[in-house]
């Protein structure tokens, strides 16, 4: 089937078991799906469709709508003549098919995909609701005609209840259920075939590369089921769930794999965005068929298609093929430090033989082995560097969310720290409120009404302290808490929080009396207990929310005697907690940054520094905030002395290759890591939002990404350059840090890329 969309496109396409065609950003994409949609829409205006839930199809949705919308503009017009989409498609005809939806979870929950399902296409693109195939939990039949809130009070599903017997009168209801819900399943796979199969398939695919919740392991033959899901979906679920604690006891229905080719002639695209994304992109079109890759049983259908990013590609072999068609040093020491990783041997030991043998580093102009003792002292220079302790300076530590600084550089941050002629400001600069979930929460204030009807909190019964004393000694808390902390004294501890929970509830609601907190409390409770996990909170809660986590940033860095007000709470608006989030403002974004660096007049800057669409989008929008804050300074002052550190975290990695600064990290440093976090960032102890990468706390992660750098530069350098160095903090060095040193017209270059990718 041709397309003229992607003949328009196909300048930048390539060929692997799946065709993919390459866009130059994100919105991009999304613009070349939603014109490959109205496309196939006019030539099937009765056509099945299934469409995506998510971030991932923001940017396809708003194209689609934009089009649709301003169909004869001249801007629209121009867009359309290039790909010949002459007629506007009429998209009432169409029949729409559900991919997929948690199970048991109403329909009535924003965070429900059929909620999202009407929003955005039945409501959105005008569909006609009679000719959609949709999954509503509340309406899926169970035993006695009970709804599910009955037949699984605590919103768990037994699956084992298929294979064996059930033992009391709850289970055999239950039994019942599960099987009733397999038939309907059964039946909306036959209502698919009975339509033709879906005629155009649009779908993201995941970390672990699952489609629809088609995940590892999953038969090609699959149709639509009510199962389990794995880890990493999981992982990736808990945002839209409320935590992991829930999506991990979720089950999904999803149609399978088998259904999205049960139609040969279907087109199946499936969009990614990303170099996170790069490596299952690589295992989807580039590997023969397997479990493993549950995307490459699209290699059965003719008309798929991968529609995809440059950074989302970067892994493929054309990729790498052009990235090596010209040499420079750093991609000399990219090639040699992979060189030593693939074959595992260490720098030193590397043969001609073996260099010449490899298919990258054969290229490399002047090849000797001189070329990898070149690359030995640039890794040496940049681990001597990541090594000095600075004088003099004075750092702003920027993080988009609250821990992105500790994930990212804490070893180097506490090591500058130790320097008396050094000042270090820290600033997270959004709220972060959706990391707290409502159980935690929850927890919280009950601890605090507890400790307040057993008279444990007695600051409320100063005579001022409603009017004017809640306003003092702030910093008190932290004190309280760290002490209890060092006493090891979980219960002082849990009381020192409550102090702070008690100023937060007096000066947001303005509270003039102990009955009033109380009653404040109470209704928060109750509040909670009635809202769904997931659920957007009121603002008045985010801001609470957000309070908690500047409590816990206050915390960590007072372990290292950073006075409270060189802690900045920017809470910048972007931030909403919205699935689609506005992009960074002059006034309302830019400007308090401004007036920080004003304020601070830092020599060093560190920021969150991922590449294209990876990682949180709020990191991207931190990041063009802070360029755009330098960008304005730099019209009226000299900018020439400041320094800009890139760091990156558990989201993704540099490669040794593309930084000038290599931090050593000690034992030492390792525990000051993982006892801080459990100590402070109390509502993450639980790993309420994981990394798909790994079950348990983000700093366990972060340990985790050092240790295999350290591998990664110990296979270059040899073990024995650290365990004889003469230095002793080389010497006591297991895990390595990667940073990126800039200048100002440097990282606005950088950032300015970043947002040319992202179509900002």
């Not at 409550?498 to 100023?503: A, E, K, L, P, Q």
């Not at 009955?515 to 109470?522: F, H, M, R, S, Y």
């Not at 270059?749 to 990718?757: D, G, I, P, S």
């Amino acid at each position: 089937m041709t397309s003229r969309v992607e003949d328009y496109f196909g300048k930048r396409k390539g060929r692997a078991h799946i065709p993919y065609v390459v866009a130059e950003s994100f919105p991009q994409l999304g613009m070349i799906t939603a014109l490959r949609f109205l496309e196939w829409v006019n030539e099937n205006p009765q056509g099945v469709i299934s469409l995506p839930t998510g971030k991932t199809p923001e940017f396809f949705i708003r194209w689609t709508q934009y089009l649709l919308t301003n169909w004869d503009s001249p801007a629209v017009s121009e867009i359309r003549s290039k790909v010949a989409l002459n007629q506007k498609p009429d998209l009432s005809g169409l029949h729409f098919v559900q991919i997929d939806e948690f199970y048991p979870v109403s329909s009535r929950q924003k965070n429900s995909f059929f909620s999202y399902v009407m929003e955005f296409y039945i409501h959105g693109f005008g569909l006609n609701p009679d000719n959609a195939l949709l999954i509503n939990s509340d309406e899926i039949p169970l035993a006695d005609g009970k709804h599910f809130s009955e037949v699984f009070p605590d919103l768990k599903v037994d699956l084992s209840l298929r294979y064996r017997t059930a033992e009391t009168a709850a289970e055999i209801m239950q039994q019942k259920s599960i099987f009733l819900i397999d038939e309907w399943c059964w039946k909306y796979e036959q209502r698919i075939r009975v339509m033709g199969g879906i005629g155009f398939f649009l779908g993201g695919i995941g970390p672990d590369g699952h489609i629809a919740f088609n995940t590892r392991g999953s038969d090609h033959f699959s149709t639509t089921r009510l199962t389990p899901t794995n880890f990493e979906t999981q992982a990736v679920s808990a945002g839209d769930l409320g935590g992991m604690a829930v999506s991990g006891n979720k089950l999904v229905i999803t149609i399978g794999l088998g259904t999205i080719c049960y139609n040969k002639d279907a087109v199946a695209i499936i969009f990614a965005a990303s170099e996170s994304k790069a490596k299952v992109i690589r295992q989807a079109v580039e590997s023969e068929p397997s479990v493993l890759y549950p995307a490459s049983a699209l290699q059965q259908l003719s008309n798929s298609r991968f529609y995809l990013t440059e950074g989302a590609t970067l892994l493929l072999k054309n990729s790498i093929h052009d990235y090596y068609q010209t040499f420079t040093p750093q991609k000399t020491e990219k090639a040699i430090i992979d060189l030593c990783s693939s074959i595992e041997r260490y720098g030193d030991k590397i043969t001609l033989d073996e260099l010449q043998s490899d298919a990258i580093c054969r290229n490399i102009p002047n090849l000797s082995l001189n070329t990898v003792q070149q690359v030995i002292t640039s890794v040496k220079n940049k681990l001597k560097k990541g090594a000095e302790r600075e004088e003099h300076q004075v750092f702003l530590h920027t993080g988009p969310h609250h821990d992105d600084i500790m994930l990212g550089i804490m070893p180097h941050v506490n090591r500058q720290l130790r320097s008396a002629t050094n000042v270090s400001h820290f600033a997270v600069l959004t709220s972060g409120f959706t990391a707290v979930t409502n159980a935690y929460f929850k927890d919280l204030l009950l601890n605090t009404k507890h400790l307040l009807d057993h008279g444990q909190i007695q600051m409320v019964h100063y005579p001022d302290f409603f009017s004017t004393g809640y306003k003092y000694k702030w910093f008190k808390d932290v004190h309280h808490y760290l002490d209890k902390v060092a006493a090891r004294d979980k219960v002082q501890m849990r009381r020192g929080i409550s102090h702070r929970i008690v100023r937060i509830l007096v000066q947001l609601y303005g509270i003039n009396s102990i009955a009033t907190l109380k009653a404040k409390i109470d209704e928060l409770i109750e509040g909670l207990k009635t809202s769904y996990d997931g659920e957007k909170n009121s603002p008045d809660v985010q801001q609470l929310k957000g309070m908690i986590r500047e409590f816990e940033e206050e915390l960590v860095w007072a372990h290292f005697g950073v006075k409270l007000d060189h802690i900045h709470h920017l809470r910048l608006g972007f931030y909403t907690g919205d699935i689609f989030t506005e992009q960074p403002e002059i006034q309302r974004d830019v400007e308090p940054v401004i007036e920080l660096i004003k304020k601070v007049n830092p020599t060093v800057i560190s920021l969150a520094m991922d590449p294209e669409g990876s990682g949180p989008d709020t990191h991207y929008k931190v990041l063009q905030a802070i360029a755009e804050s330098l960008r304005i300074l730099g019209e009226s002052r000299d900018l020439t002395g400041l320094r800009i550190w890139g760091y990156r975290n558990v989201w993704y990695r540099f490669h040794p290759a593309d930084v000038n600064m290599i931090v050593p990290v000690s034992m030492n440093a390792l525990a000051v890591l993982r006892q801080s976090f459990q100590d402070c960032y109390l509502s993450q102890v639980e790993a309420p939002f994981p990394s798909y990468e790994l079950n348990g706390m983000f700093c366990d992660l972060t340990q985790k990404i050092w240790v295999e750098q350290m591998r990664q530069i110990q296979l270059l350098l040899g073990k024995d350059f650290f365990y004889n160095h003469a230095s002793p903090l080389i010497r006591a060095t297991h895990g390595l840090i990667y940073l990126k040193e800039m200048t100002v017209p440097e990282f606005l270059v950088h950032a300015r890329e970043l947002q040319q990718k992202a179509g900002s």
